[in-house]
């Protein structure tokens, strides 16, 4: 079922470097796949948990943090914050099951507008292979399904 | 007498511990019935279903309902006690933000029946497993039907007032009892709709006595495992305090106690996901900037998933775990 | 437990009037993106979101294009504007002042960048205008959570701090003082001057280093409005742009300045000896009490503590007993001056890379083999060996040197960057010693770098002077021979790149031409003044290419090599660049900040302080005594690191609020589309 | 106690003996505790890996996977020769960064029941494990009898500081290492700028005439600076200064005397162990002057020059920088290692 998929994917970039990378990506008329939308954040220091959470809970099946190079962050070294809090993040996603590799963090400066291109392309196609995340669609509360029954016949003995 | 606003409390999926803490409010419980008129409660008094349903709507003009939504029947006493109340109380953990029983919540159901009916704590010789439908000669009987995800009470009816805790503490609620009576004789106004009561608005570091400097965490440990410095923050020696992202309003009881905040307060006002809020502070300070160093500190952190959703998974952004919301897709 | 439901999130939704406007960008944009039915589907679908009115336009930052939008905020009293066009790094400036022009504040104006990030990247038009709809969707959502936001304004001090003292430091001291501001020159060493002051001539035009300096010196040393503080460093940097308090430690010189008049009997007295590794580049002698160089500015000695003779036996105090004016102070501490000054310009140079990290080039074990900073010294006529180039014997010259090119640039083992002057060093250095010698000189490079004004022609003379060059990169320096003709001589082992063979070539002086590497230092320095730094420790610029001179941290400038390698005349250029940038900050006397800040809500503050170790820039200060922290907006600078670390949800970020972005996260995944989503 | 496997090779027990009993005289002192191990085989050498390639690392991995094997508690293999040394080093780290190759030579193994995985075992020189495991602050504490005024050329050879694939040392060409051991040991260091050049290795039977200028090299270099004595930390290097420098001074007509010993000897010596448990007097270029020279009694043979005394050498003309460091030595290799 994953051929028809496509994967929608929220991206947040930092304004300094990930986001000029995109821009870079565009004036040189780079081409990606457009199942990445991106939100500009001052820094990837900026990078809240709880964006990431509502993200894949309202419908994403990935997310994508970009910033700069460590030691080249603009911020001096608050992309060092967004490492840390990824690294703590996946742990914590994996406790529900979602798979690691729907959460990627890349570093790309404004010079590396081919690079973001294809961190981006090679990102939709991890997050197609791995398929649709299956969690409350567009946020609505998800209705009652059939009742967890559970017949004698069904458990192995 | 029957002038008496009447009251209600009821249980859904809980331990009943918040029972035992308005018990707890001793000679307040007279209160209750002085200035109530306490109309169905049944760890209380003895009361069927069908009484309540012939109630008028909106008639009762109280009800504390604690407890989360498991089953179909939690869902139906929910929805009907919402028609018959003026004021809801999501009152304590589980019905606010799911507790412990919405932990249940990183797993399939059928996983969570399987481990009820079919582990050596079990004793199920013949594999027996409850169904909810079964035709006897008499006719057709049913059980209540388990849900596929715990849902706090504000994901089925519409909510009035929450009031966080696991259980809610005595004092508080007793705090609660006497607004209300007051609203009922006129002296006070109600808070607006939504609102957090018996709680604070600030988190639990704001009522902790221990002593805080500028945190780094070098690394997490578990609090049997160190001689935990007595007057110092918790989570500045590493062990994993919730205490600066869960609710004011317990006056800091496990910190001070020596046992680091698990957080059944829920998070602090405004706050989307508790356990988010907790992640990128925890992380933030984290002392390690390569990787694999980050690696180390966190491998300290058994089950992060845990330590941040204890008490409010079901009430989070993500709400559960994939295997329960693939069943749901099912 | 809080549910975000749309419904819900925005306040009071009739009040939200929202235009939306979706630029063709001639064809770079409409090409690709069916912009007309994304302008239909907004004012269809985002009808119940605010939006009451969406156009497209051929160029929205036409003059025309921003007149529409003042005509809709004047006659429809648009409250939030959308512009769905290119990069806001392109045009974000041109749309708010648009807004502001009609008298809507700019910041109630978001842009949607469907050119960079849609049809300039995506070639399947269903599916670009189907994002292009998403992205406006999300600027929507967004915007509906923007609040008008005034620019905070922060007076200047017009007292400038410049730190370092070489030819950059120099050049902006003096560019600003004779504007009429006051200028605090600070400098480590006992002199002003810096490297230039070591060189004897400069390339491409060899004119005396000295004499073209020694003037600047002067007058920096002598202009009233420049306090010249030598011997002395910054020890600590608070406040923010306009309004700096800076800490100087003036350490002690151990005699008095007002009463020395420089006569320098004190050093011509001194018993001791010491090898200055400082000026003379470790090939020359100073005194304990000494001005490292006769021009020096101030013309004041410093004792030297730590080889004083006095400090170490309690006898000789040669230097007091001669002292006509009694200036000698052995009691005399160190002085904290506190400065308050409202821009800083950072010009701290360059260290030379450490030759003896290349073991198999022997500097520091092979006697001739020389660093050019040593080069510089034994060419100089005010040098330890009045400019005759000789050996380390100190009397015999050379009859053949090899100068090596890039020691510890360009490899991959040390610095894989180019150092820019050593080159146009080593050329002038086969100049120097040729003409001091008449020695065969042979150059060792990988490329000859000689772009810029009259380089390559002074390439072109020292070529016809008969200088030989080797291409290729130096395996070995030794003083183990093969055969009689190498007895005695460095052997230099090199793979002849141009004729693809090995060479020994028996030379009596080898001269590294050692790169430019940054203070050892740089990192810490950077911390004290809040800037950031490059790995290999150069400051970094707040644009490497339209901004050169700033850097992330307002009011801090930097000039000259501490941004990175380069020659002189580059050095001064920057000197003089950062002062014109401060002085235009000095004239309007005030500054507006992007308002772009955090903020801590007091009453949800608990005081856990996650946050207080978090800022770089030191904005974040917590008062014990309410158990609360506070941001100083001035300080901040808007990353929203601590937003988002903040346990208790209890710091906001205007421009960037957590409602703005959970907003935008909805309606990029079009959560808030009515009646009947539209299919991506 | 430190514990390590050891791979001896074929020469300690047959050239170089001064080598192994000299190791094993001082192995006690500074704490390094050694398991041989069982069984081990031949490294393969120099030639074998020209001839043919993967019977030849088979044949070397052979030790590895029975070291492996062996490795209970510790997985840190020590080579005193350094031929052997690089053999084992090379071996693991093609398996690992070939894997194609490394499952070829597992087959092979397969043979014997036997199979490596590459990376399971550190592989170290023995002179590393003493500067970099034991400690030169050991080594100090045993020197009772130090080496006073006994000038020493350091001779590592080619073998050991190239390819350093895992930045232990800190240098490729000029390495520190041995020098300060030797330092340690109270010996005066000659600056020797050829400490790692090739030795000749089996040129001597190849091609005399090269590898004799070869060794006039190495020999008239340490003679020129005056070195009372070679020392080395390779069999081979030892045999070829050692043996052949009659042979050489024959070829040139010269008359050079320059006795080379293996830096354990030097070692033993300096922690007052007796020469001959040391294998003093096995070398055939007698090390009689060092022993005299530090006031070791030997029965008095043939009468030796008397050694010529030092020129003071103080500085004159300019000053020289000053050579680096150790600490800094070591933070450059950090550098590196990053």
Same mark, same amino acid.
């Given at each position: 079922?994953?051929?028809?998929f496509?994967?929608?994917?929220?991206?947040?970039?930092?304004?300094?470097?990930?986001?000029r990378?995109?821009?870079l990506?565009?004036?040189?008329?780079?081409k990606?796949?457009?199942?990445?939308?991106?939100?500009?954040?001052?820094?990837?220091?900026?990078?809240?948990?709880?964006?990431?959470?509502k993200?894949?809970?309202?419908?994403?099946?990935?997310?994508?943090?970009?910033?700069?190079?460590?030691?080249?962050?603009?911020?001096?070294?608050?992309?060092?914050?967004?490492?840390?809090?990824?690294?703590?993040m996946?742990?914590?996603?994996?406790?529900?099951?979602?798979?690691?590799?729907?959460i990627?963090?890349?570093?790309?400066s404004?010079?590396e507008?081919?690079?973001?291109?294809?961190?981006?392309?090679?990102f939709?196609?991890e997050?197609?292979?791995?398929g649709?995340?299956?969690?409350?669609?567009?946020?609505?509360?998800?209705?009652?399904?059939?009742?967890?029954?559970?017949?004698?016949?069904e458990?192995?003995? | 007498?029957?002038?008496?606003?009447?009251?209600?409390?009821?249980?859904a999926?809980?331990?009943?511990?918040?029972?035992i803490?308005?018990?707890n409010t001793?000679?307040?419980?007279?209160?209750?019935d002085?200035?109530?008129?306490?109309?169905?409660?049944?760890?209380?008094?003895?009361?069927k279903?069908?009484?309540?349903?012939?109630?008028?709507?909106?008639?009762?003009?109280?009800t504390?309902f604690n407890?989360?939504?498991?089953?179909?029947?939690?869902e139906?006493?929910?929805k009907?006690?919402?028609k018959?109340?003026?004021i809801?109380?999501?009152?304590g953990?589980?019905?606010?933000?799911?507790?412990?029983?919405?932990?249940?919540?990183?797993?399939d159901s059928?996983?969570?029946?399987?481990?009820?009916y079919?582990?050596?704590?079990?004793?199920?010789?013949?594999?027996?497993?409850?169904?909810?439908?079964?035709?006897?000669?008499?006719?057709?009987?049913?059980?209540?039907?388990?849900?596929?995800?715990?849902?706090?009470l504000?994901?089925?009816?519409?909510?009035d007032y929450?009031m966080?805790g696991c259980?809610?503490?005595?004092?508080?609620?007793?705090?609660?009892?006497?607004?209300?009576?007051?609203?009922?004789?006129?002296?006070?106004e109600?808070p607006p709709?939504?609102?957090?009561?018996?709680?604070?608005?600030?988190?639990?570091?704001?009522?902790?006595?221990?002593?805080?400097?500028?945190?780094?965490?070098k690394?997490?440990?578990?609090?049997?495992?160190?001689?935990?410095?007595p007057?110092?923050?918790?989570?500045?020696?590493g062990i994993?305090?919730?205490?600066p992202?869960?609710?004011?309003?317990?006056?800091?009881?496990?910190?001070?106690?020596?046992?680091?905040c698990?957080?059944?307060y829920?998070?602090a006002?405004?706050?989307?996901?508790?356990?988010?809020?907790?992640?990128?502070?925890?992380?933030?300070?984290?002392?390690a900037?390569?990787?694999e160093?980050?690696d180390?500190?966190?491998?300290g952190l058994v089950d992060?998933?845990?330590?941040?959703?204890r008490?409010?998974?079901?009430?989070?952004?993500?709400?559960?775990?994939?295997?329960a919301?693939?069943k749901e897709?099912? | 437990?809080?549910?975000n439901?749309?419904?819900?999130?925005?306040?009071?939704?009739?009040?939200e009037?929202?235009?939306?406007y979706?630029c063709?960008c001639?064809?770079n944009?409409?090409? +690709?993106?069916?912009?007309?039915?994304? =302008?239909?589907?907004? %004012? @269809?679908?985002?009808?119940?979101?605010g *939006?009451?009115?969406? &156009?497209?336009?051929?160029?929205?930052?036409?003059?025309?294009?921003?007149e529409l939008?003042?005509?809709d905020?004047?006659?429809?009293?648009?409250?939030?504007?959308?512009?769905?066009?290119?990069?806001?790094?392109?045009?974000?400036?041109t749309f708010?002042?648009?807004?502001?022009?009609?008298?809507?504040?700019?910041?109630?104006c978001?842009?949607?960048?469907?050119?960079?990030?849609?049809?300039w +990247?995506?070639?399947?038009k269903?599916? =670009?205008?189907?994002? %292009? @709809?998403?992205?406006i969707?999300?600027? *929507?959502?967004?915007v &509906?959570?923007?609040?008008?936001?005034?620019?905070?304004?922060v007076?200047?001090?017009?007292?400038?701090?410049?730190?370092?003292?070489?030819?950059?430091?120099?050049?902006?001291?003096?560019?600003?003082?004779?504007?009429g501001f006051?200028v605090?020159?600070?400098?480590?060493e006992?002199?002003?001057?810096?490297?230039?002051?070591?060189?004897?001539?400069?390339?491409p035009?060899?004119?005396c280093?000295?004499?073209?300096?020694?003037?600047?010196?002067?007058?920096?040393?002598?202009?009233?409005?420049?306090?010249?503080?030598?011997?002395?460093?910054?020890?600590?940097?608070?406040?923010?742009v306009g309004?700096f308090?800076?800490?100087?430690?003036?350490?002690?010189r151990?005699?008095?300045?007002e009463?020395?008049?420089?006569c320098?009997?004190?050093?011509?007295?001194?018993?001791?000896?010491?090898?200055?590794d400082?000026f003379?580049a470790?090939?020359?002698?100073?005194?304990?009490?000494?001005?490292?160089?006769?021009?020096?500015v101030?013309?004041?000695?410093?004792?030297?503590?730590?080889?004083?003779?006095?400090?170490?036996k309690?006898?000789?105090?040669?230097?007091e007993?001669?002292?006509?004016?009694?200036?000698i102070?052995?009691d005399?501490?160190d002085?904290?001056?506190?400065?308050?000054?409202?821009?800083?310009?950072?010009?701290?140079?360059?260290?030379?890379?450490?030759?003896?990290?290349?073991?198999?080039?022997?500097?520091?074990?092979?006697?001739?083999?020389?660093?050019s900073?040593?080069?510089?010294?034994?060419t100089n006529?005010?040098?330890?060996?009045?400019?005759?180039?000789v050996?380390?014997?100190?009397?015999?010259a050379?009859?053949?040197?090899g100068?090596?090119?890039?020691?510890?640039?360009r490899?991959k083992?040390?610095?894989?960057?180019?150092?820019?002057?050593?080159c146009?060093?080593?050329?002038?250095?086969?100049?120097?010693?040729?003409?001091?010698?008449?020695?065969?000189?042979?150059n060792?490079y990988?490329d000859?770098?000689a772009?810029s004004?009259?380089?390559?022609?002074?390439?072109?003379r020292?070529?016809?002077?008969?200088?030989?060059?080797?291409?290729?990169?130096?395996?070995?320096?030794?003083?183990?021979p093969?055969?009689?003709?190498?007895?005695?001589k460095?052997?230099?082992?090199?793979?002849?790149?141009?004729?693809?063979?090995q060479?020994?070539?028996?030379?009596?002086?080898?001269?590294?031409?050692?790169?430019?590497?940054?203070?050892?230092?740089?990192?810490?320095?950077?911390?004290t003044?809040?800037?950031?730094?490059?790995?290999?420790g150069?400051?970094?610029e707040?644009?490497?290419?339209?901004d050169?001179?700033?850097?992330?941290?307002?009011g801090?400038?930097?000039?000259g090599?501490?941004?990175?390698?380069?020659?002189?005349?580059?050095?001064?250029?920057?000197?003089?660049?950062?002062?014109?940038?401060v002085?235009?900050?000095?004239?309007?006397?005030?500054m507006?900040?992007?308002?772009?800040?955090?903020?801590?809500?007091?009453?949800?503050?608990?005081g856990?302080?996650i946050c207080?170790?978090?800022c770089?820039?030191n904005a974040?200060?917590?008062?014990?005594?309410?158990?609360v922290?506070?941001?100083?907006?001035?300080?901040?600078?808007?990353?929203?690191?601590?937003v988002a670390?903040?346990?208790?949800?209890?710091?906001?970020?205007?421009?960037?609020?957590?409602?703005?972005?959970?907003?935008?996260?909805?309606?990029?995944?079009?959560?808030n589309?009515?009646?009947?989503?539209?299919?991506a | 106690?430190s514990?390590?496997?050891?791979?001896?090779?074929?020469?300690?027990?047959?050239?170089?003996?001064?080598?192994?009993?000299s190791?094993?005289?001082?192995?006690?002192?500074i704490?390094?505790?050694?398991?041989?191990?069982?069984?081990?085989?031949?490294c393969?050498?120099t030639?074998?890996?020209?001839?043919s390639?993967?019977?030849?690392?088979?044949?070397?991995?052979?030790?590895?996977a029975?070291?492996?094997?062996?490795?209970?508690?510790?997985?840190?293999?020590?080579?005193p020769c350094?031929?052997?040394?690089?053999?084992?080093?090379?071996?693991?780290?093609?398996m690992?960064?070939?894997?194609?190759?490394?499952?070829?030579v597992?087959?092979?193994?397969?043979?014997?029941?036997?199979?490596?995985?590459p990376?399971s075992?550190?592989?170290?020189?023995l002179?590393?494990?003493?500067?970099?495991?034991?400690?030169?602050?050991?080594?100090?504490?045993?020197v009772?009898?130090?080496l006073?005024?006994?000038?020493?050329?350091?001779?590592?050879?080619?073998?050991?500081?190239?390819?350093?694939?895992?930045?232990?040392?800190?240098?490729?060409d000029?390495?520190?290492?041995?020098?300060?051991?030797?330092?340690?040991?109270?010996?005066?260091?000659?600056?020797?700028?050829?400490?790692?050049e090739?030795?000749?290795?089996?040129m001597p039977?190849?091609?005399?005439?090269?590898?004799?200028?070869?060794?006039?090299?190495?020999?008239?270099?340490?003679?020129?600076?005056?070195?009372?004595?070679?020392t080395t930390?390779?069999?081979?290097?030892?045999?070829?200064?050692?043996?052949?420098?009659?042979?050489?001074?024959?070829?040139?007509g010269?008359?050079?005397?320059m006795?080379?010993?293996?830096?354990?000897?030097?070692?033993?010596?300096?922690?007052?162990?007796e020469?001959k448990?040391?294998?003093?007097?096995?070398?055939?270029v007698?090390?009689?002057?060092?022993?005299?020279?530090?006031?070791?009694?030997?029965p008095?043979?043939a009468?030796?020059?008397?050694v010529?005394?030092?020129?003071?050498?103080?500085?004159?003309?300019?000053?020289?920088?000053?050579?680096?460091?150790?600490?800094?030595?070591?933070?450059?290799?950090?550098?590196?290692?990053?």
């Open positions: 079922m994953t051929d028809s496509e994967p929608t994917i929220i991206g947040f970039t930092c304004n300094w470097c990930s986001y990378a995109a821009d990506a565009g004036t040189a008329r780079i990606y796949p457009p199942n990445v939308r991106l939100i500009r954040l001052m820094c990837s220091g900026r990078i809240d948990p709880t964006f990431v959470f993200a894949l809970a309202n419908g994403a099946d990935g997310v994508m943090i970009t910033g700069c190079h460590p030691g080249e962050c603009h911020y001096i070294e608050q992309n060092y914050k967004a490492l840390r809090r990824f690294q703590l996946r742990r914590t996603l994996q406790g529900f099951g979602v798979e690691p590799g729907r990627r963090l890349v570093w790309a404004a010079a507008g081919a690079r973001f291109a294809s961190e981006v392309t090679a939709v196609e997050v197609r292979a791995l649709p995340l299956h969690w409350g669609k567009n946020g609505t509360v998800p209705a009652i399904a059939a009742p967890a029954t559970i017949q004698k016949e458990v192995p003995a | 007498m029957t002038a008496k606003p009447k009251f209600a409390m009821y249980w999926a809980s331990c009943g511990g918040c029972e803490a308005v018990l001793n000679e307040k419980i007279l209160d209750v002085a200035n109530f008129d306490v109309v169905f409660w049944p760890v209380a008094m003895d009361a279903y069908k009484d309540v349903e012939a109630m008028e709507d909106g008639s009762i003009l109280l504390l407890g989360g939504m498991r089953n179909d029947e939690n139906h006493m929910a009907l006690l919402r018959k109340s003026k809801l109380v999501a009152f953990s589980c019905a606010s933000e799911g507790c412990i029983p919405g932990l249940a919540n990183f797993s059928r996983e969570i029946v399987q481990t009820a079919n582990t050596i704590t079990t004793d199920n010789p013949n594999g027996i497993y409850p169904m909810t439908s079964y035709n006897m000669p008499e006719g057709e009987i049913h059980i209540p039907t388990i849900l596929p995800v715990l849902k706090t504000d994901q089925v009816v519409d909510v929450y966080p259980p809610p503490e005595s004092n508080q609620i007793a705090a609660v009892i006497d607004l209300v009576i007051q609203v009922v004789q006129g002296k006070a109600l709709k939504g609102s957090v009561i018996g709680a604070g608005d600030s988190t639990v570091c704001d009522e902790c006595k221990r002593t805080r400097n500028v945190k780094t965490i690394s997490f440990e578990r609090i049997w495992g160190i001689a935990a410095d007057t110092l923050c918790l989570l500045e020696q994993p305090c919730n205490g992202a869960t609710r004011s309003g317990c006056n800091a009881r496990c910190p001070i106690a020596g046992a680091q698990i957080g059944c829920g998070p006002a405004g706050v989307e996901d508790y356990g988010a809020r907790l992640i990128s502070s925890f992380a933030s300070v984290l002392d900037n390569e990787p160093e980050i180390r500190i966190l491998d992060p998933a845990g330590q941040f959703y008490f409010n998974l079901a009430g989070s952004l993500l709400r559960a775990g994939v295997p919301w693939k897709k099912a | 437990m809080t549910e439901m749309i419904e819900n999130t925005s306040s009071n939704d009739d009040q009037k929202i235009g939306v979706v063709h001639g064809t944009i409409a090409g +690709v993106v069916d912009v007309v039915q994304v =302008a239909e589907w907004a %004012a @269809k679908y985002l009808k119940h979101r *939006v009451v009115i969406a &156009r497209e336009y051929k160029f929205m930052c036409s003059s025309l294009g921003q939008i003042e005509k905020i004047k006659e429809l009293g648009l409250n939030r504007v959308i512009v769905a066009a290119c990069s806001p790094h392109m045009h974000e400036k708010r002042t648009a807004c502001a022009n009609a008298g809507l504040n700019p910041f109630m978001e842009m949607v960048s469907i050119r960079e990030q849609v049809s +990247v995506h070639t399947d269903v599916a =670009a205008t189907a994002k %292009a @709809k998403a992205m969707s999300g600027g *929507v959502e967004r &509906r959570h923007n609040v008008p936001l005034e620019p905070i304004v007076p200047i001090n017009p007292a400038t701090l410049i730190v370092g003292g070489g030819i950059a430091g120099i050049q902006s001291a003096l560019e600003i003082a004779d504007a006051h605090y020159l600070v400098e480590r006992p002199s002003i001057g810096g490297h230039m002051a070591q060189f004897d001539k400069t390339f035009t060899l004119d280093s000295a004499c073209i300096l020694t003037p600047k010196m002067f007058s920096a040393g002598s202009h009233p409005n420049i306090t010249l503080l030598t011997y002395s460093e910054v020890e600590k940097v608070d406040g923010y309004n308090t800076v800490t100087v430690r003036k350490k002690a151990k005699l008095d300045e009463v020395c008049t420089g320098g009997i004190c050093q011509e007295k001194c018993p001791r000896k010491v090898i200055d400082v003379e470790g090939l020359g002698y100073r005194k304990a009490i000494y001005t490292p160089f006769p021009q020096a101030p013309n004041r000695p410093v004792l030297d503590v730590a080889n004083c003779t006095y400090y170490e309690g006898t000789c105090k040669a230097c007993i001669f002292c006509a004016p009694k200036a102070r052995f005399q501490q002085e904290i001056l506190t400065l308050q000054v409202g821009n800083i310009v950072l010009a701290t140079g360059y260290q030379l890379f450490d030759a003896r990290r290349i073991t198999n080039y022997g500097y520091g074990r092979l006697t001739n083999v020389f660093t900073l040593e080069i510089e010294r034994l006529a005010a040098g330890p060996t009045n400019g005759n180039v050996l380390r014997d100190g009397k015999t050379p009859k053949t040197v100068i090596i090119h890039c020691v510890g640039s490899d083992n040390f610095n894989n960057y180019c150092s820019a002057i050593c146009m060093q080593s050329l002038k250095f086969a100049h120097l010693i040729h003409e001091r010698t008449g020695a065969t000189i042979y060792f990988i000859i770098r772009a004004k009259d380089y390559d022609e002074f390439y072109q020292v070529l016809e002077e008969g200088t030989l060059f080797v291409r290729g990169k130096v395996a070995e320096i030794t003083d183990v093969r055969m009689e003709s190498e007895k005695g460095l052997i230099i082992q090199v793979e002849d790149t141009l004729v693809g063979k060479r020994r070539i028996p030379v009596d002086m080898v001269v590294l031409s050692a790169g430019l590497e940054a203070r050892s230092d740089s990192k810490e320095v950077a911390k003044f809040g800037i950031s730094c490059s790995f290999n150069w400051f970094i707040k644009h490497p290419k339209l050169p001179i700033a850097t992330m941290t307002e801090i400038f930097i000039a090599c501490a941004q990175g390698p380069k020659d002189i005349p580059a050095s001064v250029a920057q000197g003089a660049a950062a002062a014109a940038r002085l235009g900050r000095i004239e309007q006397k005030q507006a900040l992007e308002p772009v800040r955090a903020s801590v809500i007091e009453e949800k503050c608990s856990c302080r207080n170790g978090l770089p820039f974040i200060t917590f008062h014990e005594d309410r158990m922290t506070e941001i100083n907006p001035a300080l901040c600078q808007g990353c929203g690191t601590c670390a903040c346990p208790a949800g209890a710091i906001t970020g205007t421009g960037f609020s957590n409602e703005q972005i959970m907003a935008q996260i909805d309606g990029l995944l079009m959560l589309v009515e009646p009947e989503p539209v299919t | 106690m514990d390590y496997i050891l791979y001896p090779g074929c020469s300690m027990e047959t050239g170089a003996r001064a080598y192994y009993d190791l094993k005289a001082i192995s006690k002192p704490g390094l505790n050694l398991k041989e191990i069982d069984d081990w085989n031949c393969g050498a030639e074998y890996f020209g001839i390639k993967t019977p030849a690392y088979a044949l070397i991995a052979r030790n590895l029975l070291a492996a094997e062996e490795a209970n508690g510790t997985r840190k293999l020590v080579a350094s031929a052997c040394y690089l053999n084992l080093v090379k071996a693991d780290h093609y690992r960064e070939q894997p194609k190759f490394g499952r070829q597992n087959e092979a193994l397969a043979a014997g029941n036997l199979s490596y995985k990376g075992l550190d592989i170290h020189h002179l590393d494990v003493i500067i970099y495991d034991i400690g030169l602050d050991v080594v100090e504490k045993n009772v009898r130090p006073k005024g006994v000038r020493v050329a350091p001779y590592l050879g080619c073998m050991v500081p190239r390819p350093d694939y895992d930045h232990r040392w800190s240098d490729h000029l390495p520190v290492e041995l020098d300060m051991l030797l330092k340690t040991l109270g010996a005066d260091v000659v600056d020797y700028p050829l400490k790692t090739c030795c000749g290795g089996h039977q190849i091609s005399p005439a090269t590898a004799f200028e070869m060794l006039r090299r190495l020999i008239s270099v340490a003679d020129e600076r005056e070195a009372d004595v070679m930390i390779c069999p081979m290097c030892q045999l070829n200064i050692d043996g052949y420098q009659g042979e050489m001074n024959g070829f040139f010269t008359n050079y005397h006795p080379i010993l293996f830096f354990t000897q030097l070692m033993g010596l300096a922690f007052g162990i020469p448990e040391l294998g003093f007097g096995l070398e055939l007698s090390a009689k002057n060092v022993l005299d020279a530090i006031g070791v009694k030997t008095p043979e009468p030796t020059p008397p010529p005394p030092r020129k003071p050498r103080k500085p004159e003309g300019l000053p020289m920088p000053t050579p680096l460091t150790n600490p800094q030595i070591e933070t450059l290799k950090k550098e590196v290692t990053k």
